[in-house]
């Protein structure tokens, strides 16, 4: 089958975004199915452009006109298709629903190409909270088309356990990984505890009731064990202290322990590797309970596990809720209980190969096979 595969953004290197898109294309390839990546990046002059497969397709130039150009002129998608012979489309929604959306899907339902939406995180209405009116007013544009939008499809493609969304049936899937691109766990041996968390930070990843989990057992036990927190990544901070939570800076100036908190900045490679290896346990998401979700099988699971490293959340992931190397955190605002974490890599010792095997089936290459096999 001739797909594809729709974004509406460009990609960079730190992205885990962007890798996962390109692990989704690698997947379906390995289905045996020919697949082009249409995206839209600026060119090497600052022209805004609309490419597949590196190759321009539409050129919008430059400005404030480009910019508008590059959101209502989409008919460079519509043509590539038929052209091209395409016969499935697959879309990553970007909160993005329009008119032109609508239209665009409208003509490629009726020339016979199946299209399909992935919505990442469902619902994500709630993750807009206490941002800034800009921010919220492609929310609003996405509010109104959306169900139009949904009704162009053959399927929403879901990351939840949702069996319709926006009036469309949904096939559910769970984040996959690349086993190739993600190496095993080779934890360094020390006294010292050394957590790890991995992502672009927002306010419901919950990163804050981890710091403060660190600030009341540093309180407890002033001369106990050293417990250290290493953040990888970002932090957009929009909505964080509107909606009346703390930074992970602030939650560690509140608590006087910023020496335990180690903010790397964005790595990836080895650098990355390095900081892994450093650390024996990892923070995935905290605070989803926030944006109202209860349910979701995020990436960042996934990606610990193939590394073959024990972690924790709180929301419900019915792909490792019973298994033996997480602990299940709360979906409330209570500070983590470090030291239950402190005994618990005390009383483990979990192979990181053998944690790894248990995921093996989340591979793109199998998770997007459901998605064809469905459509």
């Excluded at 399909?116 to 206490?130: A, L, N, Q, R, S």
């Excluded at 360094?188 to 790890?196: G, R």
């Excluded at 804050?208 to 901070?237: I, M, T």
């Amino acid at each position: 089958m001739k797909i594809l595969f729709l974004v509406y953004h460009g990609f960079s290197d730190e992205s885990g975004i962007s890798k996962k898109i390109h692990y989704q294309v690698k997947g379906l390839r390995q289905n045996g199915h020919e697949v082009h990546l249409c995206y839209y990046d600026f060119d090497s002059r600052g022209h805004r452009c609309r490419y597949v497969d590196d190759r321009v397709i539409a050129d919008y130039g430059l400005g404030a006109m480009a910019a508008l150009r590059s959101r209502i002129d989409l008919g460079c998608i519509d043509r590539y298709c038929i052209e091209n012979g395409i016969e499935m489309v697959y879309a990553r929604s970007f909160m993005n629903a329009s008119p032109v959306l609508v239209g665009l899907f409208g003509k490629l339902k009726k020339h016979g190409i199946k299209c399909v939406t992935e919505i990442p995180t469902y619902p994500y209405d709630h993750e807009f909270k206490g941002y800034p009116l800009k921010y919220k007013i492609p929310l609003y544009i996405d509010m109104m088309f959306r169900r139009a939008l949904s009704a162009k499809m053959e399927a929403i493609v879901t990351f939840s356990n949702k069996e319709s969304i926006f009036g469309q049936r949904t096939i559910c899937i769970s984040n996959g990984i690349d086993l190739d691109s993600i190496p095993l766990h080779n934890p360094k041996k020390q006294q010292d505890i050394h957590l790890i968390a991995v992502a672009e930070i927002h306010y419901w990843h919950g990163f804050d009731r981890l710091v403060a989990g660190l600030g009341e057992y540093y309180k407890s036990n002033p001369n106990g064990r050293k417990v250290y927190f290493h953040v990888v990544g970002w932090e957009d901070d929009r909505g964080t202290t509107s909606n009346g939570y703390l930074t992970v800076e602030q939650m560690a100036k509140k608590y006087g322990i910023e020496k335990y908190i180690i903010n790397h900045g964005k790595l990836f490679g080895d650098k990355l590797d390095d900081v892994f290896n450093q650390c024996v346990f990892a923070i995935g998401s905290l605070g989803r309970h926030r944006s109202g979700i209860k349910d979701i099988k995020t990436l960042k699971n996934r990606e610990y596990a193939a590394r073959g490293i024990s972690f924790i959340y709180s929301e419900n992931d019915s792909d490792f809720d019973d298994k033996p190397y997480i602990i299940k955190a709360p979906a409330d605002e209570s500070p983590i209980n470090v030291g239950e974490i402190i005994n618990y890599i005390d009383n483990h010792d979990f192979n990181p190969a053998e944690i790894r095997k248990t995921v093996e089936h989340l591979s793109w290459k199998y998770q997007m096979e459901k998605v064809i096999t469905e459509i």
